[in-house]
């Protein structure tokens, strides 16, 4: 026997990707669309999260992790749950209400809402289910439901984490240069920074430890390699900032 959804209590997933090409922070978003069945024309047409119902045999966060599959076929990512949005009028725009209907949804539905961290060259979209897209966290398109906000909130999150604890690295291949952990903390924080100072700052972090090793595939002079370690960083650690940008 299939377990059964508990039909007011869902999870949302904001999927944040770092995309090494464009040096931008991305979105993975899922299209929706609906045509009416009379005059064929779009009822609804716009872009949501991924997400599901909770079932009645799991966790909360088996469910995260569980849609996070689903949609991308990985497992074994940075998660973090940050919130609850259970406004009573969350599900009540018109497309909403249409979209609801159609698929049956109980429009008084509380979701838990995860952000994961990952590249973006690790999501294969021509695999995935429905129509994926990246979008820049800064340049988003329609958006159902409440997720706008939702969005706004996980990124919040992660601007303040950042700060202080080491899930910039989430974004970040094992090995990388300075240059690239600057790219990706100016694309978290949406501001740029002085290129001296930062490595400047970086280059004390003992958690973050030079390799014998260069970029390579490059026409420009390859940079040093690094990683960070997270055994030097668990014996160092302390609640305080991880640079002061």
């Not at 539905?109 to 995860?114: E, G, K, P, R, S």
């Not at 021509?126 to 398109?141: A, D, H, M, R, S």
Request: glycine letters at 4%.
């Amino acid at each position: 026997m299939q377990p059964q959804i508990i039909p007011n209590i869902s999870v949302d997933c904001v999927i944040f990707g770092f995309d090494f090409n464009t040096k931008s922070l991305n979105v993975l978003l899922i299209e929706r669309f609906l045509k009416s069945e009379v005059s064929k024309e779009p009822l609804v047409n716009d872009y949501v999260l991924t997400g599901y119902h909770t079932l009645e045999n799991e966790t909360i966060d088996e469910t995260a992790s569980r849609v996070l599959k689903e949609l991308t076929g990985l497992d074994n990512l940075y998660k973090k749950q940050f919130k609850v949005f259970g406004d009573p009028n969350r599900l009540m725009n018109e497309r909403d209400i249409i979209w609801a209907k159609n698929q049956n949804f109980n429009q008084r539905t509380i979701t838990i809402a995860y952000y994961f961290l990952l590249q973006t060259h690790e999501v294969n979209l021509e695999t995935t289910k429905g129509k994926v897209q990246w979008f820049p966290i800064n340049n988003l398109p329609a958006l159902g439901f409440d997720h706008k906000t939702i969005i706004n909130e996980a990124y919040a999150d992660l601007k303040e984490k950042s700060m202080y604890k080491p899930i910039i690295f989430e974004l970040l291949p094992d090995k990388f240069t300075i240059k690239e952990l600057q790219d990706t903390y100016e694309s978290i924080l949406g501001t740029e920074i002085d290129n001296r100072n930062f490595r400047r700052k970086l280059i004390t972090k003992k958690f973050i430890v030079k390799l014998d090793e260069k970029q390579v595939g490059t026409s420009k002079k390859p940079s040093n390699l690094f990683m960070f370690s997270e055994a030097i960083y668990q014996k160092a650690y302390t609640e305080s900032y991880l640079i002061n940008i």
